[in-house]
């Protein structure tokens, strides 16, 4: 499907709307050159009553024609009226849609197409393309279907008060509308000009204030600003070189209106000296000029607006149209159940390229808590997120229970997995909320329980609002710690069977994370739990270790088994051990 | 500009619409072009007197010439008309450009006295506001303000001159006609005025609900992997889909005012073009009235209600221009944390003495990072300093070169308190490597002399071979000219090491601090150069190395060791490996054996 039909689409689901809407514009368009005529009549009776004297023409009639034209007037206006609101309206309706539909896609897409694309620019499509996007299918679309059809029957309008004057102004509109059309490329270059001097500006900023410590380090704060200075100076100096030409643009408008009244004055002003044109005649003609100036000259911006709209809708449509890699399969398997047996056969995985992990396989029946082990980038976070459908295996399988996590309906895979990330995300949302992410209206005695598990009982009575305080941008920080433990909360009280810790406890201190395990143990005892951790207490207490050196495992086996063997993880524990006996705060008492 | 994390710091400016306060200071700006805004203005009177001429012209073609079926004088009056527009064309044209000159100047200045600005704040600052935060203050908010210089104020001065001469024009060809025409005046008045009024409530309300749509999707996008691995998909899109609707709605109720004001200013003209025709009409009946004076009439409602219509549309771009005023100018009234004293001492050239004499400090005047530190370094003394992360050791060095002020003790450089120098003449003598070497998207030697032009392209060269960096550079495609893409995305961590360690050797100040932790991924042929390099840069200067490397700390005059906050123990390597202590623990973990470093805990 093509960004074309996709837009087609949506517009096809309110046709209704959009042709009653043109309706209106064309009646508008229509309604609006009958004005004109009842002041030609007007003038024309009074000039015949001024000329000889007859009462041609009676106050009471010159009332009606007023009223007529308020008359007009009024069907004029509620045209526009129902044209905007239908047309501009439904455009209104096709962005809510469009952002929908948007919102959805994001919550289908994998978290391949997270790592390949930039929040930053996913943002702006759906900000500043969508409303591009939208303006296209309402105001645009309007002003585009407004302006045809004005100038068509303002022709028709114009021939028929008096051809001779109709041809000329025939002749004349293309020349405006060619010289306003060519000006505004001009400006519309110019004005891209200015805006790659902006970007220019922009990235000196970013850069400046992001590499600050390294400006003040070597005193280059001076040099800093010649350079910004600089590219300042260049940014005024393509400003006034586009100010130069869009400074013509408005009084090349009023111009192009004002020198139809010159023309009319020249060659009307004889014919109705000469008598081959009525006074009344010669008004109506200046009013629709004057009435078709103003469409005229905006089409060099309508057209404009026309390619922003489309180009922006491609890239609106590159998000709509990309197919997530990790879906439902088409005939899900039922697994009722779920008893946390966690199988991995040889699986292998690699990031663009790179191998992550190579043929792990690997049996952890249900109930088992597995501990994993090794330096950064040994593939530790990867193994958990297969196990969690974050990602589809290159090669082999990662089973649930002995099925195949790919048979399965995404929402049972997910379900089934308690996951503590290494990196903690909460919601800008109340605590309660972000716990009970984890399972939709939880009884008070989940919650507790969560709560106890994870530690955090405590701190609420530091906060505010207890549980309901709001974190996140628009609440209060919570420190490192808190954040893991509300995570680890909405984990626990998820009731998974199978729970991934990973790395999960890093910034919460010693003494509160040996309560925490103390806890998790019962909690894990009736789970499959994979544990990736450094603290040895953590890891010796493991029912299984797994060692993963450069994406495979090197080891595995209980700590009493691997402790002997005097392996990668002996060397690994003893080395931790030490440094917990450093990090351990013996001198804390000194400064407080 | 959505990636602006601006949407709470939105809500704090007042969004007034007159502010006297900010009015006043942007008034300020415009002070040094006073000659070219005088001009301008009287380029405005000038203008709105044109603009009654064109009906006074056509008048006097109808009643003069064609109404009578004379043409004589036809030629003189176009000719007339003629000039009137050239001139309207040439006056309007000159005072647009004029009021676009003043405006981006005003913004240049603006925009520099903000950049400046900035350079002049502490890093307490730059790590308190995001930097897409000062970005937008600096582009976004400063071209919105253009705007309210280059159209806003003076559109606005414009159409009132404007109204002001069609009612003195009308009101000098027929003054019973014109009083009918000013009775329509009021209730437009409070028409325009009362669909401004809610067009405001209604955008606001548009901006609330857009700026909580976009958070929502910002925070959704980075946090995808939670909501999904949570089965959250459908409960955040029906949270998302009562927001778009809130939305959805708040825009049908501006798009609503909006599809209603413009019929209304149609049928106000309609109503008034009724009335003249009635009540003119019958005029022209009593011969009281000339045909010219009445079509001249329709042409003047025309010019009166443009600009009364047009008052409206200025108002959001006041608003807008406003709001980011007020942001600007917070930003502007930071004052700096760390100071430069009033008359600072200067310093020649210096032996590099350090000390630092029973030192406390907290980033936050709470948890203390460094407490009751003390030692002394010897001129051309080389100390690596070693500790577990979060010991305080790259505090030290932020101390040091006074990005942050410390809460009690004394830092002195050759004996002078390090207060009592001007912040910039410390850090000349201060070279430092940081560990995340940032690099600026432009040269090679750019980025080794940070554009500093006292810096010759020779001395870029000897510094970078003097480190080694040379050899890496000579494989680029463009040498030292080689672009860097932007913060050296380009390079390995290795290669941008080598370029900071470059720096230092270009800026060749006395004291050197490098900072030497833990890189991942560095091939053993740049690690080797890079210790080489360190070890040529330290030659000479007093050093103070974080050190990760054995090679490093081994050829360090002293090691000192921190924990906690404290120095804890401080000797040489064979001294503190005797000694069994802090050192030797550390040195058993981190620099014995590498295959399976253990991160993090």
Same mark, same amino acid.
């Given at each position: 499907m093509s960004s074309f039909q996709l837009a087609r689409n949506y517009v096809l689901r309110y046709r209704w709307r959009y042709l009653i809407g043109f309706a209106a514009v064309l009646a508008a368009s229509i309604v609006v050159m009958v004005p004109p005529i009842i002041l030609r009549v007007a003038i024309d009776d009074l000039r015949a009553s001024f000329d000889d004297g007859s009462a041609l023409i009676s106050r009471k009639e010159l009332a009606w024609y007023g009223v007529l034209i308020l008359g007009f007037a009024l069907v004029e206006g509620f045209m526009r009226f129902g044209s905007r609101l239908l047309v501009s309206g439904t455009s209104r309706h096709v962005e809510y849609n469009i952002r929908t539909d948007l919102a959805a896609k994001f919550m289908q897409l994998d978290q391949g197409f997270y790592l390949r694309a930039q929040t930053g620019d996913l943002m702006a499509r759906c900000t500043n393309d969508l409303q591009l996007v939208r303006d296209l299918l309402g105001p645009t679309l309007i002003d585009l279907l407004r302006t045809l059809l004005m100038l068509v029957i303002g022709f028709f309008f114009l021939l028929s008060v008096n051809l001779k004057l109709g041809l000329i102004a025939f002749a004349y509109f293309p020349i405006v509308a060619i010289v306003i059309a060519s000006a505004s490329t001009v400006v519309e270059r110019k004005y891209r000009e200015v805006q790659e001097q902006f970007g220019v500006l922009s990235t000196r900023v970013q850069e400046n204030v992001s590499g600050m410590r390294t400006i003040k380090a070597y005193a280059q704060e001076d040099t800093e600003s010649a350079g910004f200075a600089a590219a300042n100076r260049e940014m005024q100096r393509r400003s006034m070189a586009w100010a130069?030409?869009?400074?013509?643009m408005f009084p090349l408008m009023i111009v192009g209106t004002g020198a139809s009244t010159l023309l009319v004055l020249w060659f009307g002003g004889h014919d109705v000296a000469a008598g081959r044109m009525s006074l009344g005649e010669f008004v109506q003609f200046n009013t629709y000029l004057i009435l078709l100036a103003n469409p005229l000259t905006s089409l060099g911006w309508t057209a404009t607006s026309v390619q922003q709209g489309v180009a922006s809708m491609k890239r609106i449509a590159e998000i709509l149209l990309t197919e997530p890699s990790i879906a439902d399969p088409a005939q899900p398997t039922e697994l009722v159940d779920i008893k946390g047996a966690v199988t991995f056969r040889d699986v292998s995985f690699a990031y663009n390229g790179h191998p992550a992990l190579t043929n792990i396989s690997l049996d952890v029946p249900a109930g088992t808590m597995v501990a994993v082990v090794g330096a950064t980038g040994a593939g530790k976070t990867t193994l958990v997120n297969l196990l969690a459908r974050l990602w589809d295996p290159d090669e082999g399988q990662v089973l649930l229970d002995g099925i195949d996590l790919r048979l399965l309906p995404l929402s049972v895979v997910r379900g089934a997995v308690g996951f503590v990330p290494q990196e903690t995300f909460l919601f800008s949302d109340s605590l309660t909320e972000n716990i009970a992410y984890g399972r939709a209206n939880p009884s008070e005695e989940a919650i507790d329980h969560a709560l106890q598990t994870s530690q955090l009982g405590n701190d609420l009575a530091q906060l505010t609002h207890g549980i309901e305080t709001v974190i996140g941008e628009r609440g209060i920080t919570l420190s490192g710690g808190q954040k893991q433990r509300a995570a680890l909360a909405r984990a626990v009280i998820k009731d998974p069977a199978v729970l991934v810790l990973d790395d999960a406890l890093s910034h919460v201190d010693t003494h509160t994370e040996e309560e925490i395990l103390h806890r998790l143990r019962d909690f894990a005892a009736k789970r499959?739990?994979?544990? *990736?951790a450094h603290r040895t207490s953590t890891i010796a207490s493991a029912d299984r270790i797994i060692v993963l050196d450069r994406g495979?495992? *090197?080891?595995?086996?209980?700590?009493?088994?691997?402790? *002997?063997r005097e392996g990668h993880y002996s060397r690994f524990y003893r080395r931790q051990l030490l440094a917990e006996q450093l990090d351990k705060p013996e001198n804390e008492g000194l400064a407080t | 500009m959505i990636d602006d994390p601006d949407i709470d710091l939105d809500n704090q400016v007042s969004g007034k619409l007159y502010d006297p306060h900010v009015v006043g200071r942007l008034g300020g700006y415009l002070r040094p072009y006073w000659p070219q805004v005088l001009f301008g203005a009287v380029l405005l009177i000038? /203008?709105?007197?044109?603009?009654?001429v064109?009906? /006074?012209?056509?008048?006097?073609?109808?009643?003069?010439?064609?109404?009578?079926?004379?043409?004589?004088?036809l030629s003189v009056l176009v000719a007339l008309y003629f000039s009137t527009l050239v001139g309207m064309f040439t006056i309007r044209y000159v005072q647009s450009v004029m009021m676009n000159y003043v405006g981006q100047r005003v913004m240049t200045d603006l925009r520099m006295e903000t950049f400046a600005h900035l350079q002049k704040m502490s890093i307490a600052f730059f790590d308190r506001n995001p930097v897409g935060r000062l970005v937008t203050r600096l582009t976004n908010d400063v071209s919105t303000l253009e705007q309210l210089i280059s159209q806003g104020v003076v559109q606005i001065l414009a159409n009132l001159l404007t109204v002001m001469a069609v009612m003195v024009a009308m009101l000098v060809l027929d003054w019973k006609l014109a009083l009918v025409m000013y009775a329509f005046l009021p209730p437009l008045v409070y028409a325009v005025r009362f669909f401004a009024f809610t067009q405001r409530d209604g955008y606001r309300e548009q901006r609330a609900w857009l700026s909580r749509i976009n958070a929502d999707l910002n925070e959704n996008i980075t946090g995808m992997a939670v909501v999904q691995l949570f089965n959250r998909e459908k409960e955040n899109l029906r949270k998302f889909d009562r927001r778009n609707r809130g939305l959805l709605g708040a825009n049908l109720m501006v798009l609503r005012w909006y599809a209603i004001f413009e019929p209304t200013v149609v049928i106000f003209g309609a109503l008034t073009t009724g009335v003249i025709l009635w009540y003119g009409g019958g005029r022209v009946l009593d011969e009281t009235l000339t045909i010219g004076t009445l079509v001249a009439f329709t042409q003047y409602m025309q010019r009166f209600y443009w600009p009364i219509r047009d008052l409206s549309d200025r108002y959001t771009t006041l608003q807008s221009a406003t709001a980011s005023a007020e942001r600007i100018f917070q930003v502007l009234d930071e004052d700096a944390e760390v100071l430069d004293p009033e008359s600072p001492r200067k310093l020649g050239h210096i032996a590099g003495r350090i000390e630092f004499d029973h030192v406390w400090f907290a980033y936050d005047d709470e948890n203390w990072v460094l407490r009751d530190v003390s030692f002394d370094i010897a001129p051309g003394e080389r100390v690596a300093i070693v500790g577990s992360t979060g010991a305080g050791k790259s505090t030290l060095m932020n101390l040091l070169n006074r990005l942050y002020d410390i809460q009690r003790g004394e830092i002195r450089v050759d004996g002078v308190p390090i207060p009592e120098l001007a912040q910039r003449d410390l850090r000349r003598h201060v070279g430092i490597v940081l560990q995340d070497a940032f690099l600026f998207s432009d040269s090679v030697s750019e980025n080794i002399r940070?554009?500093?032009?006292?810096?010759?392209?020779?001395?870029?060269?000897?510094?970078?071979?003097?480190?080694?960096?040379d050899r890496f550079i000579a494989r680029l495609d463009n040498g030292y000219d080689e672009l860097l893409a932007e913060r050296g995305a380009n390079l390995s961590t290795g290669e941008k090491q080598l370029i900071a360690l470059a720096r230092v050797a270009a800026f060749n100040p006395e004291i050197v601090l490098v900072m030497d932790e833990a890189t991942a991924s560095i091939d053993p042929e740049t690690e080797a150069a890079l210790q080489a390099s360190i070890r040529r840069v330290t030659e000479g200067r007093t050093s103070i190395i974080i050190a990760h490397r054995l090679n490093t700390i081994a050829f360090a005059d002293r090691i000192l060791v921190m924990q906690h906050g404290h120095v804890v123990e401080s000797g040489s390597h064979s001294e503190l490996l005797g000694r069994g202590g802090v050192y030797a623990k550390l040195f058993e973990l981190q620099y014995k054996g590498q295959d399976l470093a253990p991160t993090g805990s």
């Open positions: 130069y030409w869009t400074a013509a499959t739990t994979f544990v *990736v495979r495992i *090197v080891e595995n086996g209980t700590h009493d088994e691997l402790i *002997v | 000038i /203008l709105a007197g044109l603009e009654v064109g009906p /006074l012209i056509l008048r006097e073609a109808i009643d003069g010439q064609i109404a009578n079926r004379e043409t004589d004088r940070l554009r500093d032009p006292s810096i010759s392209l020779a001395q870029v060269r000897a510094a970078a071979e003097l480190v080694g960096a």
